[in-house]
């Protein structure tokens, strides 16, 4: 029995590795255009030369799990077309390629492995004084900008964007501010609509920036796979999944993470995990032909790391939305910490994480 797994970020990796204890029959082939599991909700440390972001995936699958560096061009009937003309026939493919960003032009991209090197190369090249302005004001562009103010203090840092720190409760968002403040971030609350040659922002406002750096921070595009392989997908390209996270188009492709359309879902690495044991324990199923179990969604809380020494958890209750009480400081900052330690030890064991708390 072939079984695809299409991805090695959380969801992917986790699920070759759960399937492989769960179908040990089957051969489990990773497909993933880099050697590397990427944790992403490290890139802001990678971007700040805070800390490391990436692991060979050699170090991250288990025995028996085999690897291919390239890139899935489209999904057919029951195979899969990769960049380099190859094709890879499967019984059962999970379909885990994650999310990606649409920046704008001029601006940076942190969300991606690439784009958080070029910031770090960028970054680095800065003297004291220059400017940086971080796009988007949800979890992704708060820990960049904090991340950046914590390890450079004589820069100036800007975060640009609406919504600040929505998921958090009132109280919290404003300890999230604070804790910005303390680092010498200023938060405006506004977009981002040009970023000329010069470097100068331009805003909705009608305001304009002079920056030496732009990175953009908005986390919600998907690679257009599914799409162009003729799957059903939602307005915004994820694929269409069933109760039990199988195509709606074709019940051999199991979908999990940021490209899978599930109602209640975001997109982040707490969704991913349980996903990819869920999508794991799917293939598993069909494979030895038990009744499937539907899929539900359950999450616990929201991180947000501001710096080394600082943070928030916010606690939710299980559709997500913000419980009254949150966890601030340096007792926060650990958490977060062990969070992230624990998401990279699921995937690397399959352990199926139920409502992880993770950041992005």
Same mark, same amino acid.
């Given at each position: 029995?072939? @079984?695809? @797994?299409?991805?090695?970020?959380?969801?992917?990796?986790?699920?070759?590795?759960?399937?492989? *204890?769960?179908?040990?029959?089957?051969?489990?082939?990773?497909?993933?255009?880099?050697?590397?599991?990427?944790?992403?909700?490290?890139?802001?440390?990678?971007?700040?030369?805070?800390?490391?972001?990436?692991?060979?995936?050699?170090?991250?699958?288990?025995?028996?799990?085999?690897?291919?560096?390239?890139?899935?061009?489209?999904?057919? =009937?029951?195979?899969?077309?990769?960049?380099?003309?190859?094709?890879? =026939?499967?019984?059962?493919?999970?379909?885990?390629?994650?999310? %990606?960003?649409?920046?704008?032009?001029?601006?940076?991209?942190?969300? %991606? $492995?690439?784009?958080? +090197?070029?910031?770090?190369?960028?970054?680095?090249?800065?003297?004291?004084?220059?400017?940086?302005?971080?796009?988007?004001?949800?979890?992704?562009?708060?820990?960049?900008?904090?991340?950046?103010?914590?390890?450079?203090?004589?820069?100036?840092?800007?975060?640009? +964007?609406? =919504?600040?720190?929505?998921?958090?409760?009132? *109280?919290?968002?404003?300890?999230?501010?604070?804790?910005?403040?303390?680092?010498?971030?200023?938060?405006?609350?506004?977009?981002?609509?040009?970023?000329?040659?010069?470097?100068?922002?331009?805003?909705?406002?009608?305001?304009?920036?002079?920056?030496?750096?732009?990175? $953009?921070?908005?986390?919600?595009?998907?690679?257009?796979?599914?799409?162009?392989?003729?799957?059903?997908?939602?307005?915004?390209?994820?694929?269409?999944?069933?109760?039990?996270?199988?195509?709606?188009? =074709?019940?051999?492709?199991?979908?999990?993470?940021?490209?899978?359309?599930?109602?209640?879902?975001?997109?982040?690495?707490?969704?991913?995990?349980?996903?990819?044991?869920?999508?794991?324990?799917?293939?598993?199923?069909?494979?030895?032909?038990?009744?499937?179990?539907?899929?539900?969604?359950?999450?616990?809380?929201?991180?947000?790391?501001? +710096?080394?020494?600082?943070? @928030?958890?916010?606690?939710?209750?299980?559709?997500?939305?913000?419980?009254?009480?949150?966890?601030?400081?340096?007792?926060?900052?650990? %958490?977060?910490?062990?969070? @992230?330690?624990?998401?990279?030890?699921?995937?690397?064991? +399959?352990?199926?994480?139920?409502?992880?708390?993770?950041?992005?």
């Amino acid at each position: 029995m072939k @079984v695809i @797994v299409a991805g090695a970020g959380y969801a992917g990796t986790l699920a070759a590795n759960r399937l492989a *204890k769960k179908a040990p029959g089957a051969e489990i082939t990773v497909v993933n255009p880099r050697p590397e599991f990427v944790e992403r909700v490290r890139l802001h440390q990678r971007i700040a030369g805070t800390g490391r972001a990436a692991t060979p995936l050699a170090e991250m699958l288990r025995a028996g799990i085999r690897t291919r560096q390239a890139a899935v061009e489209k999904i057919g =009937d029951g195979c899969v077309m990769l960049d380099g003309g190859e094709t890879l =026939d499967f019984n059962y493919l999970v379909l885990a390629v994650g999310s %990606t960003l649409a920046p704008l032009p001029g601006t940076v991209p942190v969300g %991606t $492995w690439e784009g958080a +090197g070029q910031a770090r190369a960028a970054l680095a090249a800065l003297p004291a004084g220059a400017a940086v302005t971080v796009v988007g004001a949800g979890p992704t562009g708060i820990e960049t900008a904090a991340e950046i103010a914590h390890a450079r203090p004589g820069l100036t840092v800007r975060l640009v +964007g609406r =919504d600040f720190a929505a998921s958090l409760s009132a *109280k919290a968002r404003a300890r999230v501010r604070t804790g910005l403040e303390r680092l010498n971030v200023t938060v405006l609350d506004d977009t981002v609509t040009e970023v000329r040659d010069d470097g100068e922002v331009l805003l909705g406002s009608g305001g304009r920036l002079a920056s030496d750096l732009a990175l $953009w921070a908005v986390i919600g595009a998907v690679p257009d796979l599914a799409a162009r392989s003729g799957l059903e997908v939602d307005e915004r390209g994820r694929a269409l999944v069933d109760e039990y996270l199988r195509s709606t188009g =074709d019940p051999r492709i199991v979908v999990a993470g940021d490209c899978a359309a599930v109602p209640g879902s975001r997109m982040s690495c707490q969704t991913a995990e349980p996903q990819g044991a869920h999508a794991a324990d799917t293939v598993a199923r069909m494979i030895q032909g038990r009744p499937l179990k539907p899929y539900s969604v359950d999450y616990v809380a929201t991180c947000i790391s501001l +710096g080394r020494r600082d943070g @928030v958890i916010q606690p939710s209750h299980r559709d997500d939305s913000p419980r009254r009480r949150f966890l601030a400081g340096r007792a926060a900052a650990m %958490t977060k910490e062990g969070v @992230v330690r624990g998401a990279r030890f699921s995937a690397r064991t +399959g352990i199926g994480a139920t409502g992880l708390p993770g950041s992005k």
